[in-house]
């Protein structure tokens, strides 16, 4: 019998894998017994959290150098993974920025960057890997919103659009994808301790903990548990939804 939850003979790919929650992501689908692609702006932490995967789950793994942003370099991620695994069942859309300012103060270019990582990065992927996945008749994409794409962040103007366009991305394909046995769902991390949020001010921090019922900072493994939960054969009537993975931060 098989173990319930197992991703094992299965393939992934995770954007913004690298690091933080990405690779707590791609360590958690590996302990599932999947294949993981590990895809990065930054190749040189690509490759160690690759190898370091491989020697702690004893799957295979390769390591890509992406700019989600970039169109031309999506395509070509996705070319080199289906070459190297033959497919791509699962796809984590998870590669994210923050370029936090008041609406007054914002410049035009961290609007477009934020944008242009957070959403059109994932519709870049997603229009990269759906065909294959169309073909094979199987498929899972996740993608990585925010609480702050749910309810709205001063501050955030330019991440929030983005998150809250990242939803919006999400309905769309679990409509378009459905008949074709892909499903395609958000997950909305609350206040999870990672590099991203680090440095933010301490009263952020001491205000985030005040709105969180279980009083404590997320780890990247809390929403990783929840991506291996969407990724798995038995969630296979479930599309379309957001999952909050926030302590009861947004209800
Ligand atoms: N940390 C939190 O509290 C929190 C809360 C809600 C949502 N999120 C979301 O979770 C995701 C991961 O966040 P994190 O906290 O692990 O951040 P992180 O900064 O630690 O990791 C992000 C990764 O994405 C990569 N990346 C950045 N731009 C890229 C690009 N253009 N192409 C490819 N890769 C790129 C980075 O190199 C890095 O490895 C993001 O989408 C973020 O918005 C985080």
Do not use: H
Request: aromatic share 4%; hydrophobic share 45%; net charge neutral.
């Amino acid at each position: 019998m098989t173990q319930a939850l197992s991703l094992a003979g299965r393939t992934a790919l995770v954007t913004g894998g690298a690091r933080g929650i990405g690779k707590a992501i791609a360590e958690t689908l590996a302990a599932r017994g999947a294949k993981v692609a590990i895809a990065d702006l930054r190749i040189d932490l690509a490759e160690e959290t690759a190898k370091e995967v491989t020697n702690n789950f004893g799957v295979e793994t390769i390591s890509l150098e992406v700019d989600v942003a970039d169109t031309a370099s999506v395509k070509a991620m996705a070319k080199e993974t289906i070459k190297a695994f033959g497919q791509v069942d699962i796809l984590v859309n998870n590669a994210g920025i923050t370029r936090d300012g008041l609406v007054m103060r914002m410049k035009e270019k961290d609007w477009d960057m934020v944008l242009d990582i957070n959403l059109k990065g994932a519709f870049n992927c997603a229009q990269a890997l759906s065909r294959p996945m169309m073909k094979a008749r199987y498929g899972r994409i996740i993608n990585i919103t925010s609480v702050s794409g749910v309810v709205g962040q001063a501050g955030q103007a330019n991440y929030s659009s983005s998150k809250a366009g990242l939803i919006g991305l999400t309905k769309a394909l679990a409509k378009e994808f459905g008949s074709r046995n892909i499903t395609v769902n958000a997950i909305a991390p609350g206040f999870i301790e990672t590099v991203l949020t680090e440095n933010l001010p301490e009263e952020i921090k001491e205000f985030s903990l005040k709105l969180t019922p279980l009083g404590k900072f997320g780890t990247p493994k809390d929403v990783a548990n929840a991506v291996a939960f969407l990724a798995a054969e038995e969630s296979s009537f479930i599309t379309g939804v957001v999952l909050n993975v926030d302590g009861g931060m947004v209800m």
